[in-house]
């Protein structure tokens, strides 16, 4: 009589519950990793983002000191090209050739600001302002650099007909007669007119000229000064945002 071995029985269900429950381990494994890699990320990011805020804050404020600098300068300026543009309209034979070099040497100062731009370009060049998650901060600094842009537009028109009046006033005025005490601090320089100065070319044609190109100068400089003081503005209160958004004392 032949024996047979007993029969062994496998319990599919048992076998696809174990292989479920090792996928299932593995999977969650992965998830959670997952999960903690991306928080990392996100707490990284937070943080540079912060840090970007925290930086920019000081360019702004520095923007600020800048630009309160430029538009007492601009105003003075100002005032003094206007000056001369009174004496030149004025001009005969008879006006004093030394006031005209008195006023003329002091109204040739340059107007101009370079902003700030250690955390802007970070945050331009590389792509970082993906970081900026407060919509109404990133909008307002994206505005503040529109700003800036049409300032800069405005400061290059205005050193473009600087040069076009400087080319004209070297056929007028001669340096030799305008004496500047400290050339190395033009902030600081106090200039004298020796008092035999005479003018290089007194023709009414030429001096009207010269008038006209210091008028339009005149003219942008203080549409570059309306600008200025809007740009300040603008910065004062992308502060203020950036202070109370972030939570900065």
Request: proline share 2%; net charge positive.
């Amino acid at each position: 009589m032949e024996t047979h071995p007993p029969h062994v029985h496998h319990s599919s269900g048992k076998k696809f519950s174990h292989y479920f429950y090792e996928f299932l381990m593995l999977f969650l494994a992965v998830f959670c990793g997952f999960l903690a890699e991306n928080f990392r990320e996100e707490k990284v990011e937070h943080s540079r983002e912060k840090e970007f805020m925290r930086t920019l804050v000081e360019d702004l404020k520095t923007d600020t000191s800048k630009l309160t600098e430029a538009i007492s300068l601009g105003k003075v300026m100002s005032g003094r090209i206007d000056t001369l543009i009174s004496i030149l309209n004025k001009f005969s034979v008879n006006t004093p050739d030394e006031e005209l070099y008195k006023i003329y040497s002091r109204s040739g100062r340059v107007v101009n600001i370079d902003f700030e731009d250690r955390t802007s370009s970070q945050l331009k060049n590389a792509g970082n302002m993906r970081l900026i998650r407060n919509n109404n901060v990133a909008d307002s600094i994206r505005n503040y650099w529109s700003t800036i842009k049409v300032l800069e537009s405005i400061s290059s028109r205005l050193e473009d007909l600087r040069n076009k009046a400087q080319d004209i006033s070297i056929q007028i005025f001669h340096n030799k007669f305008i004496l500047n005490t400290n050339k190395l601090d033009p902030v600081h320089s106090k200039t004298s007119i020796v008092p035999e100065a005479k003018l290089i070319n007194n023709n009414p044609e030429l001096i009207a000229q010269y008038s006209n190109r210091r008028y339009n100068n005149s003219n942008v400089l203080k549409n570059y000064l309306l600008n200025m003081q809007s740009t300040k503005a603008q910065a004062a209160k992308l502060i203020k945002l950036i202070m109370k958004e972030y939570h900065f004392e």
